[in-house]
Structures are given as structure tokens and as C-alpha cells.
């Protein structure tokens, strides 16, 4: 990718929490990149790290989470290492910001959606209430729920606004990235392709750079121009979302698509994936997926594979299967 295009590099992210057990090593050597205007999925079962590796870009880890090593380079600068009030300044809303899992549920029940996007824009924005509360209405109308409702109560709203003033509140500064974690994930069916509808349109209209979490790859199929597939805190694939679902090349992507249903493709027999992602405290040596992996061979249970780039164009796999061919 051309550097000048580069908006996010992530380089060997590693992330522990501590607990009475051990260490759980939620994240180990995540690397991936993401260019302006781009979406990059991040996709995988429960408890892959998802949410870990997100939380991470905006230093919002829990009190016992700590990034071990790696770089989170944005527009040229490591942002883990510039000092935490510099960073909830000029970084943290204002350049990466986050519609959080479930965020929809924790808006505060007794304030209205305007001043609690007004709110966001005061702290970070040097103008006056008047002014806020403005530029709240602009960013309800372009998610589709209105200035007029300015005014309303969390209750007072369907599942779908709210997920919607969420993601106005998460456009509050005009960031450069916007992280969206599971955004349709406790929505129905009918509400999640609105919802879906909306990050669409604002992709296109605004050349957002989103990172788009989520476990369901209908979505991420729908949305992204890259995918990152994760298992037990690895990225085990990288491609350009096309050449993935076309050629998924990890056992483990294989599986995960042959689980989903197709949106638009032929219907087709669904496959499951055997056993459980392992516990992260005391993760298998070598692969982490070889206790479910039909082709695991000796070296897959004590070798970790290398993540190379095996395509003409990129596609990285971690897979020794893979890399002998
Ligand atoms: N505060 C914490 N303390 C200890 N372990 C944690 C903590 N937060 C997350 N974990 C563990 O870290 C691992 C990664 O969790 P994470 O929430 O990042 O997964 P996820 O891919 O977002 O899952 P989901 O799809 O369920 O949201 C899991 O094993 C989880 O149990
Ligand atoms: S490295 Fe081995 S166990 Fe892991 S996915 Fe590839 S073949 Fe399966
Ligand atoms: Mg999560």
C-alpha cells in the first residue's frame, strides 16, 4: 500500500490481561494496515480478540488489560506512546472514535439524544452550546433520525435510531477513523439492513475509514474492502474482502464462510465448526486452531506458521498447510 495513503498501522499488537488464573493472552502479534476511505472487517468467533484489539487503538483497555508490545502508527505517529492526556486530546474522538458493543443500551436514560451528542462535541470542540446542539441536529439528520428529534429520550426511540444516534455520536468530531464494534449485532433483521444502509451511505458520502467488528460476515461481506479473520487473538487471514470469500485459503476461514449463509450467492448446505476457540489463559502450542483443524500435521501442533503474503496482490495466511504448497 502507498504510504501516503496509509492511515493506520498496527504492528505486532499484543495484548495480555492479567487474572487470578494467568495471563489471558487476548491478542498476540496482530498486524494489519488500513488505508484512507478504506472499511476493514475484523471477523471471528467469540472471544477472538475483537473487541480486545479495538479497545487497544483507543487506550480504553480494562484496568487489567496491558499492551505487551506492538505499534498502533496513525498518520505517521505511534500512538502508544504519546502520554494519556495528549492522547485523550487531540486523538480520541477527535481522530479514532468507537460506537462501543452494546452502546446502544448504555445510553443515559434520563438525558435526550441531543445533549448527549452536544455533549461529546463540548468536550472536545472549542463552541458554545448554541452551536453544539446545531451541529448534533446536522449529524441526526445525516444518519437518517432527524433534527427533530433532538429532543427525545433513549426510550422514546426504536432500537434502530438509537444504534443510529449512536453512530451520530461516534461522527461528533469528524474523526478520521470510526470503529464499529458489532454495530447491528442486538438488532433485527429489518433494522440491521437500515442500520447497515446508513454506514453504507455515510462511507460513501463522508470517504470514512472505518474498522468494522463483527462475527457476522454477511455484514462484513456487505461493508469492508479488507478482512481480517481472527482466531484465539491471532489474525490467521488478510485479504481484500472479494479475494477472501472468494478464496478463503485458512482451514479456519473455510469453515467460518461455509458456516454463514449467503446474502446474494446460491443457497448452500451450512457447515459447523467443531469443538470450542480454546481458553486463552493456556492457549494449544504451535496453531491454535490445530485441535479443530481436519488437516492439522505434526509440525501445525508445535510450529507457529508464519503470516506471509502468499498472493500476486496481498493475502496473508498463517497457515503451514498454506505455505508448503
Ligand atoms: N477484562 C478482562 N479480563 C480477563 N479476560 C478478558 C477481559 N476482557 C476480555 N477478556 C478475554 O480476552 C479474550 C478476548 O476477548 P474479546 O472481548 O476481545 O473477544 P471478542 O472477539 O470481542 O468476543 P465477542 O465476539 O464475544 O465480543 C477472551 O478470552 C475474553 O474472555
Ligand atoms: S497450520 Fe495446520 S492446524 Fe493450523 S490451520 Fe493450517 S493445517 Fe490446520
Ligand atoms: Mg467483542
Not at 508490545?69 to 480520541?92: A, H, M, P, Y
Not at 464499529?180 to 475509514?209: C, F, G, H, R, Y
Not at 469443538?275 to 505434526?298: K, T
Request: a neutral charge.
Amino acid at each position: 500500500m502507498p504510504k501516503d495513503e496509509l492511515l493506520l498501522q498496527v504492528q505486532d499488537l499484543t495484548v495480555y490481561f492479567t487474572t487470578l488464573r494467568g495471563y489471558v493472552r487476548a491478542v498476540e502479534d496482530v498486524t494489519f494496515e488500513l488505508a484512507q476511505g478504506h472499511t476493514l472487517g475484523l471477523a471471528g468467533e467469540s472471544g477472538c480478540g475483537k473487541t480486545t484489539t479495538a479497545l487497544s487503538i483507543l487506550r480504553l483497555l480494562p484496568i487489567n488489560g496491558r499492551i505487551m508490545k506492538g505499534k498502533v502508527i496513525l498518520e505517521g505517529n505511534d500512538v502508544t506512546r504519546i502520554n494519556s492526556e495528549r492522547f485523550r486530546k487531540q486523538v480520541r474522538w477527535k481522530k479514532i472514535s468507537m460506537v462501543f458493543q452494546g452502546a446502544m443500551n448504555s445510553l443515559h436514560p434520563t438525558r435526550n439524544v441531543g445533549d448527549q451528542i452536544s455533549e461529546a462535541i463540548l468536550l472536545h470542540e472549542d463552541v458554545n452550546k448554541r452551536e453544539a446542539s446545531e451541529r448534533a441536529g446536522k449529524l441526526l439528520d445525516l444518519v437518517g433520525v432527524g433534527a427533530e428529534r433532538l429532543d427525545r429520550f433513549p426510550h422514546e426511540l426504536s432500537g434502530g435510531m438509537k444504534q443510529r444516534a449512536v453512530i451520530a455520536m461516534a461522527l461528533a468530531c469528524n474523526p478520521s477513523l470510526i470503529i464499529a464494534d458489532e454495530p447491528t449485532t442486538a438488532l433485527d433483521v429489518i433494522v440491521q439492513t437500515q442500520v447497515m444502509k446508513v454506514i453504507k451511505e455515510l462511507q460513501a458520502k463522508l470517504n470514512l475509514s472505518m474498522i468494522m467488528v463483527s462475527h457476522d460476515l454477511s455484514l462484513i461481506s456487505e461493508t469492508t474492502t479488507e478482512v481480517a479473520i481472527m482466531y484465539a487473538g491471532r489474525i490467521v487471514e488478510y485479504a481484500d474482502t472479494a479475494t477472501l470469500y472468494k478464496e478463503p485459503l485458512h482451514p479456519y476461514t473455510q469453515k467460518l464462510i461455509g458456516a454463514f449463509p449467503s446474502i446474494l450467492g446460491p443457497k448452500k448446505e451450512l457447515t459447523t465448526i467443531h469443538g470450542f476457540p480454546p481458553d486463552l489463559i493456556n492457549p494449544p502450542p504451535g496453531c491454535r486452531f490445530h485441535p479443530r483443524c481436519s488437516y492439522a500435521m505434526e509440525k501445525c501442533k508445535k510450529d507457529v506458521p508464519l503470516f506471509e503474503n502468499v498472493g500476486e496482490k496481498t493475502h496473508f495466511v498463517g497457515c503451514h498447510l498454506v505455505s508448503q504448497k
